[in-house]
């Protein structure tokens, strides 16, 4: 039975007239988040499919006894003890998460200084933070909660286990080795927040902070040497002056705490380790070190690890360079290589972000979930105790529904120190009262489409497991391409004998990927003004269209398609309220007018927000009455031009914002509503049906609250992200990614867009981790694809394989919605792509620095 709770929305009383006056909907409060589970720190998973993080996967049985794993393979128990069946089902180590800010009671960053070594996260620590819990739910058992970065120079970590809701102590991983944050480049210079207010202010300033503070401790040191060696000899000195900064830089120069820095270049990275070893002291690890790879002999000759992020990129220009095959380049020399989350939303799917490895530079599964569970361990101290499935160790585990690295699994139950921490439960009720699959009808466009022994070049894909999308798979395939279109598709069509045969023979093809949402070809890097045309100044800019101002050459753009996006809806994500117009766009071309195949598909709103909590309203807010206002006299305006032409009367005075939004506001052309709480979203909802729009909500994180008043409008909903955080305290932990399903099961028309303008390219994972949450595989698959052009209008042309539509097709090692199966071909229009972008050649240029010489 689903509990319910009465919501505190106040549904607008004139803008929603017709809907109830509250909304029921799932909830989570801390007792229901309390594990019904329990072991006492004791108990067997029988045969469980052990994924140790040391050797291969085996079935076989775990013996855990007070809070610590006791043995492994076929194991006997007394009578009456907890057996837990684990058949069918996959037992990993615990993540740990080698760079997090969670569980921390106030900021983390003492940042009115550039040498804060004397603060300590373990000050203060907050047990009852529900980011614990909600990382538990990923898998994740133990953190280390860094100071932030604002300093050369920062404060001293705190290593923990996942205790949520108990005494700040406990928290506490005991016997974990003393750390200190220290960061490079941007952040200690303030560049982007507020540069120049305070030394340092450039990277030369950044070290002169290392060799000033390391001088003076060494001073420091020195000093109290001193006064030890006076006393020794009987005298009765005056003790130094105790500075606890100081102190903490002796502790690092006597070996006493770690380094662990924050760092992104490859000529600071350098720098650093180059200090320590001028000043006799080892960088434990590299944070982040995005451009590891480029010094990666350095690195391995200093001795350091190295943590960093699995695809993050061009959020500022020291991120730039970086490669998702980082984490592996630098395993693969030989050092400790971890990937990280330095994110509350990140860290619940760490296992996934380990798998990218696999995906993009090949890397071993065993290796790669070692990325987030036993080489972190090793970098913290503490792999004696955690981090893999090996007798002795803490019964730090995980049990999932499926493989620890596939997107499509995810957590069942996690344990620390024996106990269960977390436990999952379906408030959705997706399990028990699942969404449907729809059958899909197509209509024939085969009529008249064939072979043209006079037509352009013909390419073969031969032996593949077809997937259509609207009608069933079948091994063993064929697909035929000419012209732009598909004009064969079966088990076993004629090959016209001049056709470029591919055998594809073990591999997967698929419908190419379309990306919704996005601000492809609008920007490059995030933090650079001058690369940013994400959005417009001076409030409602209708007339802004994105085409002509698509940058063809973007590296975002071939980044893209390496992932299976053949397709894209790009336009401005910030602005307005009345944003502008979109367009869509084919990942290939040299110019703008090459990219684009539909201008002005859609005007983007950002619809006024209407808080949760809002007092009952008797009238519709002042920002909502403007819009309104907006749409009325774009539509008299139209009328007064349509008269005018009809009576050959003078034509009015031209307003171009008026003339844009007419034919939206007439319902001529669909309108993107960007509403994101459920609030907003009723008033959204309402405003479409009142102005008689062709609307499609954007976003909604908070459909699945009032997905009833959502379907019975009939609107359809581009919800996202999937990879995302609850809106608030007692929203279920997988909200989120149950959305998608709750929107399916209810019937209303639904695609998926990934609400990440660095990369879109990983929107068909967010349509797995719905999929692992309760979305029926077709409906995550169609949701990218077939649903996605269906939005678009386009559904005619792109998003399924049939005879006679464009041959947007890609092929994969895998399911598409695995992130470990690699694009191993994408065909846009029939032309086969490039794969390689500037992150491919990076990884080839640097890795040939490693090789011997």
């Given at each position: ?6 919501s ?15 909304g ?19 108990c067997?998973?029988?045969n ?46 615990g993540?740990v998460d ?16 550039s ?86 202010d450039?990277?030369m ?48 120069l ?45 690195i ?41 989350s330095?994110?509350?939303e ?8 380990a ?28 792999d004696?105790?955690?981090?893999s ?26 344990m ?21 699959t729809?059958?899909?009808v ?6 008249g ?35 732009g ?5 079966g ?13 594809v023979?073990?591999?997967?093809v698929?419908?190419?990927?379309i ?29 802004l269209r994105?085409?002509?101002?698509l ?13 299976g ?50 007092k ?25 031009v ?11 005075a031209?307003d171009?914002r008026?003339?844009?939004?007419a ?14 709480n ?32 959502i ?18 305290d ?25 609400a ?24 995550a698959?169609?949701s ?11 559904e ?16 994969t090692?895998?399911d ?9 071909y ?6 086969q ?10 990884y ?10």
């Amino acid at each position: 039975m689903i509990r319910t709770l009465l919501s505190s929305f106040a549904f607008l009383a004139l803008a929603v007239p017709t809907l109830r006056a509250y909304g029921e909907h799932p909830f989570e409060t801390d007792a229901l988040r309390k594990p019904e589970l329990v072991t006492h720190g004791s108990c067997v998973i029988r045969n469980v499919t052990i994924h140790s993080a040391v050797g291969p996967a085996r079935v076989g049985d775990v013996l855990v006894q007070d809070g610590k794993i006791r043995a492994l393979g076929a194991v006997e128990v007394a009578a009456g003890a907890l057996v837990i069946d684990g058949t069918g089902k996959h037992l990993a180590p615990g993540v740990v998460d080698c760079h997090s800010h969670i569980a921390v009671a106030d900021d983390v960053n003492e940042g009115t200084l550039s040498i804060t070594a004397d603060c300590d996260i373990s000050d203060s620590l907050n047990p009852d933070d529900l980011s614990i819990y909600r990382a538990l739910a990923g898998g994740v058992t133990t953190a280390r909660l860094l100071h932030g970065s604002a300093n050369a120079i920062g404060g001293r970590h705190e290593v923990i286990k996942l205790k949520w809701h108990g005494p700040a102590a406990d928290l506490v991983f005991r016997g974990a080795p003393e750390g200190v944050k220290f960061a490079l480049g941007e952040n200690p210079k303030r560049s982007n927040s507020s540069p120049g207010s305070r030394f340092p202010d450039t990277r030369m300033g950044v070290e002169a902070i290392f060799e000033r503070g390391f001088t003076r401790a060494n001073e420091y040191r020195a000093e109290w040497k001193a006064f030890a060696a006076a006393r020794a000899r009987g005298e009765d000195p005056a003790p130094p002056r105790r500075d606890v900064r100081l102190e903490a830089l002796a502790g690092i120069l006597d070996g006493k705490i770690d380094v662990h820095s924050h760092c992104y270049r490859a000529d600071e990275i350098v720098m650093l380790l180059r200090v320590a070893e001028r000043y006799g002291f080892k960088v434990k690890t590299l944070q982040h070190v995005l451009e590891g790879y480029k010094v990666a002999k350095e690195i391995l000759a200093h001795g350091a690890g190295t943590s960093t992020f699995a695809d993050s990129w061009a959020y500022k220009i020291e991120a730039y360079d970086a490669i998702p095959q980082n984490a592996a380049l630098l395993d693969s020399v030989g050092i400790v290589s971890s990937v990280n989350s330095d994110s509350d939303e990140i860290m619940r799917r760490l296992d996934t972000e380990a798998a990218k490895s696999v995906r993009y530079a090949g890397l071993d599964p065993v290796r790669a979930l070692a990325l987030v569970t036993l080489n972190p361990a090793k970098q913290l101290g503490i792999d004696a105790r955690t981090g893999s499935i090996e007798v002795g160790k803490d019964a730090d585990l995980v049990l999932f529904d499926g493989d620890p690295l596939s997107s499509l699994a995810k957590p069942l139950w996690t344990m620390v120190d024996g106990e269960i921490q977390f436990q999952r439960r379906d408030a959705f009720e997706l399990e028990s009262k699942p969404a449907p699959t729809p059958e899909l009808v197509e209509p024939d466009r085969s009529n008249g489409v064939a072979w043209n022994p006079n037509g352009g070049p013909t390419i073969a894909l031969v032996g593949g497991r077809i997937h259509p999308v609207t009608s069933p798979d079948f091994e063993r395939g064929t697909v035929v391409m000419q012209d732009g279109r598909i004009v064969a598709l079966g088990t076993n069509p004629p090959i016209p004998a001049n056709a470029t045969v591919i055998d594809v023979g073990g591999q997967d093809v698929w419908p190419g990927i379309i990306a919704l949402g996005t601000p492809l070809g609008l920007f490059e890097i995030s933090s650079i003004a001058g690369t940013d045309d994400q959005g417009e100044i001076g409030g409602d800019q209708p007339d802004l269209r994105a085409a002509s101002s698509l940058a063809a050459d973007s590296a975002h753009i071939p980044v893209t398609r390496t992932n299976g996006i053949t397709r894209a809806q790009s336009g401005p994500i910030s602005g307005g309220p009345l944003r502008g117009q979109s367009c869509v766009i084919r990942l290939a071309g040299d110019t703008w007018e090459e990219l684009l195949v539909r201008d002005r598909d859609m005007l983007h709103v950002e619809f006024p927000r209407i808080a949760n909590d809002a007092k009952k309203r008797t009238e519709k807010s002042d920002a909502v009455k403007a819009l309104e206002k907006k749409f009325e006299e774009a539509r008299e305006y139209a009328r007064v031009v349509d008269e005018a032409a009809r009576l050959g009367l003078p034509r009015p005075a031209f307003d171009p914002r008026k003339a844009a939004l007419a034919p939206y506001a007439r319902g001529q052309g669909r309108v993107a509503l960007h509403a994101d709480n459920a609030q907003t979203i009723l008033a959204a909802v309402a405003f479409a049906r009142e102005q008689k729009l062709d609307a499609v909500l954007y976003e909604a994180r908070e459909a699945w609250k009032v997905v009833d008043v959502i379907a019975s409008e009939k609107i359809p909903v581009v919800v996202g992200p999937v990879l995302d955080m609850p809106t608030e305290d007692y929203a279920p932990y997988d909200a989120p990614y149950a959305n998608a399903a709750v929107l399916a099961r209810a019937g209303v028309p639904f695609a998926i867009e990934s609400a990440d303008a660095e990369n879109p390219r990983n929107v068909a994972f967010h349509a797995a981790m719905a999929c692992a949450y309760g979305l029926p595989r077709v409906e995550a698959l169609r949701s990218i694809t077939y649903y996605a052009a269906r939005m678009l209008g386009m559904e005619n042309d792109v998003g399924s394989l049939a005879v006679g539509k464009v041959a947007d097709v890609i092929v994969t090692r895998g399911d598409v919605l695995e992130v470990a199966a690699p694009v191993t071909y994408s065909f846009i229009d029939g032309v086969q792509q490039d794969l390689s972008n500037r992150q491919t050649q990076l990884y080839e240029r640097w890795k040939k620095r490693l090789a011997p010489r």
